[in-house]
Structures are given as C-alpha cells and as structure tokens.
C-alpha cells in the first residue's frame, strides 16, 4: 500500500503541522488569507505556500471576493484519509466482537461459580 | 447467540505520532483484563476473523516479553512484540510493540481499563515515534482488511456450493 511521496496526495498534504492548522482554522468556515497569517503567525508566503499544496489536492477551494482571496476546507479530498482510519478501526472493531464472546464465556463462569442468580 | 454487541471500535490520531483506541465492553474490567491478558483467551481474540493466532506468550511482569504471530488465511504471518513496562492489574499496562514487518519503528501502548456500572471503557494509546511509523502501522491493518475482503469472498463460494 506504497504511497506517492508526493505533496499531491491528501495524506501528505496533511501531514505537515502548519497545514493541518490552516484546515482546522478553515473547520469553522471560510477565511481570507490574512486571517490565516494572523493565526499562524507565520509570514505571507509561508501561508501561501501551505495553501497552495491544500489547493492542489483540493482539500481547499479559493474564491476571490473583492481584493480578498478567500479560502475554504472542503471534506471530499479528505475522505481518502477518513477511509484509511476506518480499515484500522474495523480490524479493531472485529477483534473486540470475538473479545465480547470471550467475556460472555468468562462472566457465565464467574457467576456459575459464584451464587445462580 | 446471547451475545451483545457493544458497538464498534474507535480509533482516533490524536497527533501525528499517536493512536488512540477506544471501545466499551459489557463486562468488569477484571474480566477484559484476564482476556487481554491470558494466552489462551488472547489466541480467541487478537486474529479479528483473519486467521489463526499461532503464538501468544505473556510474561505479565515488568520487563517481561510478549509477543504474538498470526497466520492469516491468505498464508502470510505478522508478527508483534514488545515488553512490559508497567503493570497496574485490572487497571492499566504499558507496553512497547515492534510490528516485526517493520522493526524500526517501537511503539509505547497504554491500555487503560477503566470501569463503570459493571462496564468496561478499554483505551489503548499507542504513541509511536515518527509520524512514518504511525501510518505504517495503520496500513497493517488495512493489508488485514483486504485479507478480510477475500475471507468474505471465500464464505460466499463455500455457502454457493
């Protein structure tokens, strides 16, 4: 399950800390790219930089409005990495269902040997 | 069958080197404990439907080793190991666990027992320390869901028979 070791994947898009702020500030809906610096507190061309990479997998959508260039988060190119988790987390959730058989048996024979309720 | 399912696993990455782990189970933690922690329960559970647990040895004292071997159905066998590093019976074990596929990357587990009500919050936290690692493990266990794919592939050709 190689993946490319390149920025235009979702996964290594966000795999870089400054960028998964952008999208966490982005969560609560669009912001110009001032705004962005400003929480950053990184330099212009930094952000710039970042958002271009979350651009080109499209984890970010730009519109201009004005003077202003405004960025917003959208799910769809994120959901390669939410697929990802979810195949770990079924593999876990398969192993807790035979888990839950094993203390079904263990709890029928703490109570058998115990008092019959 | 009188089994009740306390709903599915939830797996989080709290931060890029971490995994976080999470599931209730209707039992007392003491019982999730001796599950989590005797060989031969161990071997019922830890193959989540891909295969047969070969080994499981538990030397539950610090310092001690365990490791696990699974054969999957497809043939091919993982491997897990580590030692303990802290022991709280009943409520809580540290251990680390080299994936022997990739043993570079040593991970620390915490697994936390945790009871109310007669029911059992289990968390495991496994802290790696790479973000590489941490994503490599993760799709160990996605080769184990295409596995587990081709297992149900394999049902459906049996019960057509």
């Keep these: 399950m190689a993946r490319a070791a390149t920025t235009a994947d979702a996964f290594n898009a966000v795999a870089e800390p400054r960028r998964r702020q952008i999208l966490d500030a982005l969560s609560g809906g669009e912001r110009p790219v001032n705004d962005l610096v400003r929480l950053l507190g990184l330099a212009q061309p930094q952000v710039s930089k970042h958002l271009r990479v979350l651009r080109e997998v499209g984890a970010v959508d730009v519109r201009n409005e004005g003077r202003q260039r405004l960025y917003r988060l959208n799910g769809h190119a994120l959901k390669p990495i939410h697929d990802w988790v979810k195949n770990y987390e079924r593999s876990w959730s398969e192993r807790f269902e035979q888990l839950d058989v094993v203390l079904d048996e263990l709890k029928q024979k703490e109570e058998g040997d115990g008092s019959d309720e | ?161």
């Design chain 2, 1 to 161: 069958m009188a089994v009740t399912s306390s709903g599915t696993a939830t797996v989080t990455l709290p931060t890029d080197e971490q995994i976080l782990i999470t599931r209730e189970f209707d039992a007392p933690r003491h019982l999730v404990y001796e599950a989590w922690t005797t060989p031969e329960l161990v071997k019922r559970w830890w193959n989540a439907k891909r295969g047969e647990v070969t080994v499981a040895e538990i030397d539950l004292r610090v310092g001690g080793a365990w490791r696990y071997v699974m054969v999957a159905d497809g043939g091919f066998e993982v491997g897990f190991h580590g030692e303990y590093r802290e022991i709280v019976p009943n409520e809580r074990i540290v251990a680390t666990e080299v994936y022997e596929g990739m043993p570079d990357g040593e991970a620390l587990n915490t697994v936390t027992f945790a009871e109310a009500d007669g029911r059992t919050t289990l968390t495991i936290l496994v802290q790696h320390t790479s973000k590489e690692h941490r994503d490599g493990h993760i799709e160990s266990g996605m080769e184990a869901g295409m596995q587990d794919a081709m297992d149900l592939l394999e049902e459906v050709a049996i019960s057509l028979r």
